[in-house]
């Protein structure tokens, strides 16, 4: 440990090391340097001789503290100069760099008014050694507050994003901007948009479902917005995505971006339908066409099962085989060679089933109503 008259020296020559004039050696040194710092860092002036009296008042700190650098702790002062940096828009990176700068001319400017005065050797390579441990924990922090304030803007950026989509998704409140911040975010005010809902198929599929509709804020080819409405994804698009969707996505048809709310409410209803259904992948009213009507007139829904249905379930295990058979008949158009080559079963059999359903509903599904009502009934949500 230095002694006590050691380090009363060691904080006086850093106190002098202001920068701001040309009366010593040493303090021309740190202008000029510090002049080529802020030149290199494309800022200010006043802005690197800021940061330069923080770094100097921060090793002040630490030595007085208690005569060793490396026993002081973060400080808020060395954060706030990172939290600063990121408020400028400088990264990580650019900001290290410059704080490497100044803490090159610190060592030396410390090594230069040693010499000036006499200072021993020792006293040079304790100097010097306490300014890089006080450089690099300054660094530290630097990147601790850096970090903070970009989580703190990301955070922020994120919630107007959200507060926007949901504004243009419901129509509420809308902004006299808005198209200005479409144009912020890339969007063309005048092309159509596609309102959707979505849900990823697991818990952590969220990023890849967000990257499948192209909402990647890092994609240049992002095609929309999106934020989250009791808890599915949901916003716009300039394009329909493909339809192997990792999840559900409805999607509503083109619109201008003044349609959106209406849109959104198409997008929606499609959603509920099609998770009704027990469907995936990409949906929309016009996919799901009559479905629609399946899934959402419940009272159409009992006068069907009560017809087409509920005998089945009164013959047990039989009458599941039967539906099946029916299902897999409806799903191949009728076509008795399809329905027997999808079930693995001879043709004739085939027709046996559904002979012994006609039988068993008491209704022949060559009767077009019958044949529209049974594909009504078996399109119904399993619950």
């Known amino acids: 440990m230095r002694h006590d008259g050691d380090v009363g020296d060691f904080v006086r020559i850093l106190e002098s090391l202001t920068g701001e004039d040309a009366r010593t050696e040493t303090n021309a040194y740190v202008r000029t340097e510090l002049r080529a710092a802020a030149a290199v860092a494309e800022q200010e002036f006043a802005f690197v001789l800021r940061v330069w009296q923080t770094i100097v008042d921060d090793c002040v700190r630490r030595a007085i503290t208690v ?7 973060s400080t808020a002062e060395s954060r706030a100069v990172g939290e600063e940096f990121a408020g400028l828009g400088m990264s990580l ?9 100044l803490r090159r001319i610190a060592l030396e400017a410390v090594r230069r008014q040693s010499l000036a005065e006499g200072r021993s050797a020792a006293f040079i390579a304790r100097a010097m050694s306490d300014i890089a441990q006080s450089m690099n924990t300054f660094m530290i922090d630097l990147n601790e507050g850096h970090l903070a304030a970009e989580l703190a803007t990301r955070a922020r950026q994120a919630a107007i994003q959200d507060a926007f989509v949901w504004e243009a998704l419901t129509g509420t409140s809308p902004s006299a901007d808005t198209f200005t911040r ?25 990023v890849s479902l967000s990257r499948h509709l192209g909402l990647d804020p890092e994609d240049s080819h992002r095609v929309g917005l999106a934020t ?5 994804m949901c916003g716009f698009l300039t394009m329909v995505p493909a339809a192997d969707a990792p999840g559900l996505v409805a999607v509503s048809g ?8 209406s849109a959104f409410q198409r997008a929606t209803r499609a959603f509920s339908v099609a998770e009704r259904m027990g469907l995936t992948g990409l949906q929309s009213m016009k996919k799901l066409g009559l479905l629609s009507a399946v899934a959402a007139d419940r009272d159409i829904a009992r006068e069907v099962d009560a017809v087409y249905l509920a005998p089945l379930r009164r013959q047990k295990e039989y009458g599941d085989i039967l539906l099946e058979t ?3 008949y409806i799903d191949n158009d009728g076509q008795l060679d399809a329905t027997a080559e999808a079930l693995d079963l001879h043709v004739n059999t085939v027709r046996y089933r559904i002979a012994k359903y006609e039988e068993i509903i008491g209704r022949q599904l060559r009767d077009t109503r019958v044949l529209a009502e049974t594909w009504w009934a078996v399109s119904l949500p399993m619950d």
């Open 254 to 261: 083109p619109v201008p971006f003044t349609d959106l709310p």
């Open 93 to 101: 990176h650019d900001g290290l760099r410059t704080v490497m700068a």
């Open 228 to 232: 989250n409405i009791d808890g599915d």
């Open 326 to 328: 029916i299902r897999s």
């Open 182 to 206: 479409l144009d912020v975010y890339g969007m063309d005010s005048s092309a159509s948009y596609h309102a959707f809902r979505a849900r990823p198929a697991t818990d952590s599929g969220v």
């Open 67 to 73: 005569g060793r650098i490396d026993e002081v702790g």
